[in-house]
């Protein structure tokens, strides 16, 4: 029997972690002062508990990419519920970053390998000149008319089921470019001058490359304003070889907001996109 001044056991923590990416180099820590996600979240939890740690995330996002839907671990000793926990971290993360949820996790729980799926969406408008209140969260695609919707929901479609990425991102060394799109849907958001459209792309996948999401929106775009055709971009996605020129979106309109687990936490919520 444990003596009572004795110090608590090491607990497991997962969090779902929302942040503004635009002053981050990514989530990944960095050597130095470089301003990351992961420093941020290390620091914090220093600063509560005392304690140094490493903590594990769903997905390493880019720098300039956003989340509210990212899932983390970590490892502490807490005598206080978890609730107080999730409170004092709150109250010492950047005003950039927070935790939406903190609870105790089973011991072996990897918020990487255990993850079923990733949901990611990607917001960009349609205008002759920049809005300065989308601009943070959201690329501006430059033009005097709209996008055809249509023929980049179909474009969309086909993206869905097991694929060879090649043609829209890198693996990490090694690893196989197919992967597994579950859902591939555009949602138009609004439309009222100087915005022609406001629109949100989003996608469900087991995994994504480096860079998947953001060449995908590229592509599609392109197929939008009449670039390229349906028929390019299915050649594209049934290439064997990832040698097709596709200019990527940026960063800034890429936002995690889902990991989903076989135990249903996290689990995406999706609403029905109308065509």
């Not at 671990?73 to 950047?94: C, G, M, S």
């Not at 889902?258 to 919520?269: C, L, P, S």
Request: aromatic share 10%.
């Amino acid at each position: 029997m444990a003596r009572p001044d004795s110090p608590p056991a090491t607990t497991r923590y997962r969090a779902v972690v929302a942040y503004d990416g635009t002053r981050y180099f990514g989530f990944q820590r960095q050597a130095g002062d470089t301003p990351t996600v992961q420093a941020a979240l290390e620091a914090a939890i220093a600063r509560v508990t005392g304690q140094r740690v490493t903590v594990k995330a769903a997905g390493r996002t880019d720098t300039g990419v956003h989340a509210t839907g990212q899932v983390v671990a970590f490892d502490v000793a807490w005598r206080h519920a978890p609730a107080d926990l999730w409170r004092a971290l709150n109250a010492n993360l950047p005003e950039d970053v927070a935790l939406n949820e903190l609870d105790e996790a089973p011991a072996g729980f990897h918020p990487r390998y255990d993850a079923r799926s990733r949901v990611y969406e990607y917001t960009f408008y349609v205008a002759p000149v920049r809005q300065p209140l989308l601009d943070r969260w959201a690329w501006q695609v430059q033009a005097g008319r709209p996008l055809n919707n249509e023929k980049m929901q179909r474009a969309a479609d086909l993206l869905v089921g097991a694929h060879n990425f090649a043609a829209f991102g890198q693996p990490p060394q090694g690893e196989s470019t197919v992967r597994q799109v579950l859902r591939s849907e555009l949602e138009m958001l609004a439309a009222a001058p100087p915005v022609l459209q406001l629109m949100r792309y989003r996608i469900e996948a087991n995994a994504f490359l480096y860079r998947m999401v953001r060449r995908v929106v590229g592509a599609l775009v392109r197929v939008g304003n009449g670039a390229l055709t349906l028929d390019e971009f299915e050649r594209a996605l049934h290439a064997a070889e990832g040698e097709w020129p596709n200019q990527a979106a940026p960063a800034r309109g890429l936002c995690l907001i889902a990991v989903t687990y076989e135990d249903g936490r996290g689990d995406a919520r999706w609403s029905k996109v109308e065509r």
